[in-house]
């Protein structure tokens, strides 16, 4: 039988690899549903992948910083991108006995999201043997990730009709021109700055200086399809789709919380979470630039064309609860044609659309429920909302106005937001247990 209550792993996005230290005292408030119910509080796991790697690079990191052993990432992926087969090792593993016996929960904040994804992918496909299943991943929550792409990563500098190519002094240039001056300096650098390049001999124990020069010139890691900023382009969306990557397993719960910082004019209401301190605040003024960016996006100049402009206007009106004719955010009815395609395009919570976040595939294509402001965290007496077992292979989508991409996480500031978001992650997670029991929840 697994352990209760069962671990928590928590998978960091891009550029992200400080863990517990920015990520604060959210386990205070996680471990409210056990505590109060006279359990052991829940583990959490950090688990350090490559902040500006590919997700299959990322996925095999994270399998084997659990597992333990040598980083393996596949022979023909290697030999296809350029670099070596093999990573570092990890002489113990964060949780060797995971298994399907003894299964994790998986949270994920922004590109940490898709990476849970592609583990649960190679998982299925058995891609690290056949005695690994997609079962082994008990749940998976996300945080504002970029499941389907977004309109930032080309507004930064990839070229919007032959990505992955970049465009030269852009701040995505500049972005990889930094990754590869700490890379080659990684072993006089902290941990913090760890970017997971070991397979690529970037440093200056393995790299002459001439050949660094080169890569600050023109990164051949930057500019090529086994990159983060890649991966979150809406092309590498589509091939992933494409090939079924992100179908709900049947045993594995899901959820997703998505943020909206532009709310196109309607005022905020008593369900929303506005930031409470001043320093939320003025963290939100850069994103609230961002997002306008976003939001006045042409998508008319990306090549190839993204698939969801043909398909997500008519996919989301079958998932709703209740099946309501409208969404929140101020996202309509799908019969409103042009004026509800503009909106859901423009949504955003400075980094990632609207649309993006709920789930990989369109709504059309996955088992998904979308819930509005009022169902999304605990209400003021501090009670859990799940009156009934949570259902598995289904996508549980919460909607949150006036959030930006870092509200919840990673950055810990005690916001109510925060609190409340976290004790919900706990009272989940808590029901999730249960019901992988077969016990039912229990008042």
């Known amino acids: 039988m697994d352990p209760w209550p069962v671990p928590l792993v928590i998978v960091e996005g891009f550029l992200s690899s400080a863990g517990a230290i920015v990520w604060g005292n959210y386990e205070e408030h996680s471990n409210y549903a056990c505590r109060s119910n006279g359990e052991r509080t829940r583990r959490t796991i950090f688990a350090s992948v490559g902040p500006v790697s590919s997700l299959h690079d990322r996925a095999c990191e994270l399998f084997?910083?659990?597992?333990?052993?040598?980083?393996?990432?596949?022979?023909?992926?290697?030999?296809?991108?350029?670099?070596?087969?093999?990573?570092?090792?990890?002489?113990?593993?964060?949780?060797?006995?995971?298994?399907?016996k003894h299964p994790l929960h998986f949270l994920g904040h922004s590109m940490g999201g898709p990476t849970i994804?592609?583990?649960?992918?190679?998982?299925?496909?058995?891609?690290?043997?056949?005695?690994?299943s997609a079962d082994m991943v008990l749940s998976v929550n996300t945080v504002s990730s970029p499941f389907r792409g977004t309109q930032l990563v080309y507004s930064l500098g990839e070229d919007t009709r032959n990505a992955?190519?970049?465009?030269?002094?852009?701040?995505?240039?500049?972005?990889?021109?930094?990754?590869?001056?700490?890379?080659?300096?990684?072993?006089?650098?902290?941990?913090?700055?760890?970017?997971?390049?070991?397979?690529?001999?970037?440093?200056?124990?393995?790299?002459?200086?001439?050949?660094?020069?080169?890569?600050?010139?023109?990164?051949?890691?930057?500019?090529?399809?086994d990159a983060t900023p890649y991966d979150a382009t809406f092309e590498a969306a589509n091939e992933r789709e494409y090939i079924g990557e992100g179908v709900v397993n049947p045993n594995t719960y899901h959820r997703s919380y998505c943020a909206t910082l532009?709310?196109?004019?309607?005022?905020?209401?008593?369900?929303?979470?506005?930031?409470?301190?001043?320093?939320?605040?003025?963290?939100?003024?850069?994103?609230?630039?961002?997002?306008?960016?976003?939001?006045?996006?042409?998508?008319?100049?990306?090549?190839?064309?993204?698939?969801?402009?043909?398909?997500?206007?008519?996919?989301?009106?079958?998932?709703?609860?209740?099946?309501e004719a409208t969404m929140e955010d101020g996202?309509?009815?799908?019969?409103?044609?042009?004026?509800?395609?503009?909106?859901?395009?423009?949504?955003?919570?400075?980094?990632?659309?609207?649309?993006?976040?709920?789930?990989?595939?369109?709504?059309?294509?996955?088992?998904?429920?979308?819930?509005?402001?009022?169902?999304?965290?605990?209400?003021?007496?501090?009670?859990?909302?799940?009156?009934?077992?949570?259902?598995?292979?289904?996508?549980?989508?919460h909607h949150l106005a006036e959030a930006h991409h870092f509200s919840l996480v990673p950055f810990w500031l005690g916001t109510r937001t925060q609190k409340a978001f976290w004790q919900d992650v706990g009272h989940w997670l808590r029901a999730i247990d249960i019901a992988h029991r077969g016990t039912g929840i229990k008042g």
Not at 286 to 298: E, Q, T, W
Request: glycine residues 10%; contains cysteine.
């Open 64 to 100: 084997y910083s659990l597992i333990g052993g040598t980083v393996d990432y596949g022979a023909e992926h290697s030999l296809q991108n350029g670099h070596r087969r093999f990573g570092r090792t990890y002489e113990e593993g964060l949780y060797s006995e995971w298994s399907v």
């Open 117 to 132: 994804v592609k583990l649960q992918w190679l998982l299925k496909t058995r891609f690290f043997g056949k005695q690994y």
């Open 164 to 225: 992955p190519a970049v465009r030269p002094f852009s701040v995505g240039d500049i972005l990889a021109k930094g990754v590869h001056i700490a890379a080659y300096l990684s072993p006089i650098l902290p941990g913090i700055m760890d970017f997971h390049a070991d397979a690529r001999g970037l440093s200056f124990r393995e790299a002459s200086f001439f050949s660094f020069w080169g890569q600050l010139r023109k990164s051949d890691w930057a500019e090529s399809r």
């Open 262 to 323: 532009i709310s196109h004019g309607e005022p905020e209401t008593s369900g929303t979470f506005s930031p409470s301190s001043w320093l939320s605040r003025a963290a939100s003024w850069p994103l609230r630039a961002s997002a306008k960016v976003i939001a006045n996006f042409d998508l008319s100049t990306i090549r190839p064309i993204p698939g969801f402009m043909a398909t997500v206007s008519t996919s989301i009106q079958a998932s709703t609860v209740g099946n």
């Open 331 to 397: 996202v309509t009815d799908g019969s409103q044609g042009g004026d509800y395609l503009s909106l859901l395009f423009r949504a955003n919570d400075g980094i990632v659309p609207l649309f993006s976040q709920w789930h990989p595939l369109e709504c059309g294509s996955t088992r998904c429920t979308h819930f509005g402001h009022s169902n999304n965290f605990l209400d003021d007496s501090g009670k859990a909302r799940y009156s009934c077992s949570p259902e598995p292979g289904v996508w549980n989508v």
